[in-house]
């Protein structure tokens, strides 16, 4: 079964400071990957997402994730956060032709102005 | 483009009663994924349709139910409700299924007293 785990639960950061939010899966074939986003009383949004070819993937508002395959971690990245990235951040997996999204716990990250 | 709409957006029930969510999905998507948000377990799979059919299940039980029509709107049943079911539900459309992009509802908000 597929499994996705976040290593952060709660990250508290300053602005202008980096970020970089862990996830890790297991799953034994193809994965598609996928980073969300709930701002507060926001809907879900998709962050970024990777299916095939450059490991690196860049996505909205500055952010990157990078797909490591030998090590089943698809980690989050910005160079410097603002006081608006404050949000719960998702990772989730999809195998294959499952139709479904697997979800990670979340990380909630608090920027401080 | 209208986003996912979800009705109603809140609710209150008793243990026992029944209770029905509709989710209506952006124009021209025929994938409708169902979601349950909780504190404790997180965004997990419920079921997920496309064209009325029902690909792909999750590890709910047989109390929870749904279908899809041919405009492909939507609907979640939860028959019998117990007092773990009060969550967040959320509904997701894609034109395809995973691993197309899922767009979120703002969800309904399930309280079961």
């Known amino acids: 079964a597929q499994s996705v785990s976040q290593h952060n639960h709660h990250v508290i950061l300053s602005e202008a400071a980096s970020l970089e939010l862990g996830c890790n899966y297991s799953?034994?074939?193809?994965?598609?990957l996928f980073w969300y986003v709930q701002y507060p009383g926001q809907h879900l949004q998709l962050l970024l997402k990777?299916?095939?070819?450059?490991?690196l993937v860049k996505g909205i508002k500055g952010f990157e994730a990078e797909f490591i395959k030998s090590k089943f971690s698809f980690n989050l990245r910005k160079p410097s956060v603002q006081w608006s990235d404050t949000a719960e951040y998702f990772c989730?997996?999809?195998?294959?032709?499952?139709?479904?999204?697997?979800f990670g716990a979340g990380t909630t990250v608090t920027v401080r102005a | 483009k209208a986003g996912v709409t979800q009705t109603p957006r809140y609710l209150i029930k008793t243990r026992g009663q029944q209770v029905t969510l509709s989710c209506s999905p952006i124009?021209?998507?025929?994938?409708v994924s169902w979601y349950q948000q909780t504190p404790g377990q997180g965004l997990q799979f419920l079921f997920e349709?496309?064209?009325?059919?029902?690909?792909n299940k999750g590890n709910f039980p047989g109390r929870f139910s749904g279908r899809q029509f041919s405009n492909s709107r939507s609907e979640m049943n939860v028959s019998t409700l117990e007092l773990g079911d009060s969550a967040l539900y959320l509904c997701?459309?894609?034109?395809?299924?995973?691993?197309?992009?899922?767009?979120f509802g703002p969800g309904t908000r399930l309280t079961v007293l």
């Open positions: 990777y299916f095939s070819g450059d490991p």
């Open positions: 799953y034994g074939g193809t994965v598609n």
């Open positions: 349709y496309f064209s009325e059919t029902q690909r």
């Open positions: 989730a997996v999809n195998g294959g032709n499952d139709y479904k999204l697997s």
């Open positions: 124009s021209g998507h025929r994938s």
């Open positions: 997701a459309s894609s034109l395809q299924g995973s691993p197309d992009t899922q767009y």
